[in-house]
């Protein structure tokens, strides 16, 4: 500036910037793990902000991992640079396809005989594990050559016979696990115990050795054995 006097001021100067151009996001994804880098060649780059399913808007400080095997996320993202410029809202889809069947398991409870046959009511417990997948949806079983059933609690074997129990589970991404077979034997009658031997000579009385023929039967497991003893003495198969 001069003034009327004719003085002039010393030269001085001010830096105008101005930053229109809003800033750029490159996203990279690996599986379940995603990372985001955001560029802005003027006033730079202040934050970049991400949101998943459509959540709470959070900070990006580095590369994250989504927890879910089988899901699909859809990952929101932008970049807000010192100018205040802000991009478009960007989106990209993340997770891994669920490929992993689910495991079958049973358990037998019961009070156990020998031979894996149980001697009382027998239950069977079903349960099942994905993973780290998207879960269990459901469990089934089919006991002989019955229909398949949806498995609601514990199944109860209480009458005598040997059943083939089939059971199999699929998880929400509709991966299905290998039919799986167990055998459930439940024998509640005692075998019945028969003797063998001729009508005495006098009576109730023998006056010679005479053979005796121990037998059975049992219409559960099978007889495994036939003991005897002789006046109170020691069983003797």
């Not at 580095?62 to 478009?88: I, P, R, S």
């Not at 069977?124 to 398949?148: E, H, P």
Request: net charge negative.
């Amino acid at each position: 500036a001069t003034g009327l006097n004719g003085e002039v001021e010393v030269v001085r100067n001010a830096t105008l910037r101005i930053d229109r151009t809003a800033p750029s996001v490159e996203p990279s994804v690996n599986g379940r793990t995603f990372s985001l880098s955001a560029s802005d060649f003027t006033s730079g780059v202040r934050s970049i902000q991400y949101r998943v399913d459509g959540g709470s808007w959070l900070l990006y400080t580095g590369e994250v991992t989504l927890g879910t095997v089988g899901h699909q996320y859809l990952v929101e993202y932008y970049a807000l640079d010192n100018a205040g410029n802000a991009c478009l809202v960007g989106e990209m889809t993340v997770g891994e396809e669920d490929t992993q069947a689910p495991y079958t398991s049973i358990e037998l409870l019961g009070t156990l005989g020998t031979n894996s046959w149980f001697t009382g009511d027998a239950q069977a417990v079903l349960s099942a594990d994905d993973g780290n997948g998207v879960g269990v949806s459901s469990i089934s079983y089919q006991i002989d050559s019955g229909d398949w059933q949806v498995y609601g609690g514990p199944l109860l074997f209480n009458e005598t016979g040997t059943y083939v129990l089939n059971y199999r589970s699929e998880d929400a991404a509709g991966n299905v696990d290998i039919v799986r077979t167990a055998e459930v034997k439940v024998d509640k009658i005692a075998p019945t115990a028969m003797i063998d031997v001729r009508d005495p000579d006098f009576g109730v009385w023998y006056n010679h050795s005479i053979p005796v023929t121990f037998g059975g039967n049992d219409e559960g497991s099978g007889l495994f054995s036939v003991q005897y003893r002789l006046n109170g003495g020691s069983w003797s198969n």
